[in-house]
């Protein structure tokens, strides 16, 4: 399993720090931090800042594999670039203004074991209720795994089958402008189309698999909420 830490442009160059301090301890085969090109729209000044933060941050972790992409790709195409340039058979991914909350890491992956269709198993923010969330649609548990299928997923930290997560990102339409930049937003746009609501379980059980997506029901992570 690799680790991929994903960062972009950011007005607190401190947050970055505490989402590498929160990863999980594991024997992680490789360790990459993506920071995605500047807006071209942006003045010289927040260009030559973002410069020199990218530079002392893989100055001040070498462990790191430090990747910049020259424009500004977002999120989705910086993990599909991971996904082909790695080869592991995982990765475990946290945005760059998110804190890991603790866990057990090599206990979680011997669980995912145990379950052959689960392809991404996500972290929230907070408690998801039974009833789930406008992002969240949980319809079946793995007891006594603590994973619950879901349809929606949240991709500030995730742990993911590499492969799968390739096809996503290379295959998934791209219907507007937040599902070209983001993954979970392609989950979402289909949640809220007019056939979801009329969908029968087989119907959207059959393009949950496409994804494979469960979430922790007991293990969280924090959003910084990082100013862009």
């Not at 947050?15 to 942006?42: E, H």
């Amino acid at each position: 399993m690799d680790l991929v830490i994903a960062g972009a442009v950011i007005k607190d160059h401190n947050m970055i720090q505490k989402a590498i301090a929160s990863a999980p301890d594991y024997p992680f085969s490789k360790k990459f931090i993506l920071f995605d090109g500047i807006k071209s729209d942006k003045g010289s000044l927040m260009t030559d800042e973002y410069y020199a933060y990218t530079h002392y941050i893989a100055k001040k972790y070498p462990e790191f594999e430090v990747i910049r992409f020259d424009k500004n790709i977002y999120f989705r195409n910086m993990i599909k670039y991971v996904c082909k340039l790695s080869k592991s058979e995982r990765l475990f991914v946290i945005q760059d203004d998110v804190q890991c909350h603790p866990m057990d890491l090599e206990q979680i992956v011997i669980q995912m074991n145990y379950l052959k269709d689960l392809k991404i198993l996500c972290f929230p923010h907070k408690y998801i209720p039974f009833l789930g969330t406008p992002w969240f649609e949980p319809f079946d548990d793995s007891h006594p795994l603590p994973f619950i299928k879901s349809h929606g997923f949240t991709e500030r930290t995730f742990l993911c089958d590499r492969i799968n997560m390739l096809k996503i990102c290379e295959t998934m339409p791209e219907k507007n402008k937040m599902n070209l930049r983001f993954i979970e937003f392609i989950y979402n746009t289909e949640m809220n189309r007019s056939w979801w609501s009329r969908a029968s379980y087989d119907e959207k059980n059959e393009y949950w698999k496409m994804f494979g997506c469960y979430f922790h029901y007991d293990i969280h992570h924090t959003h910084l909420v990082g100013k862009r």
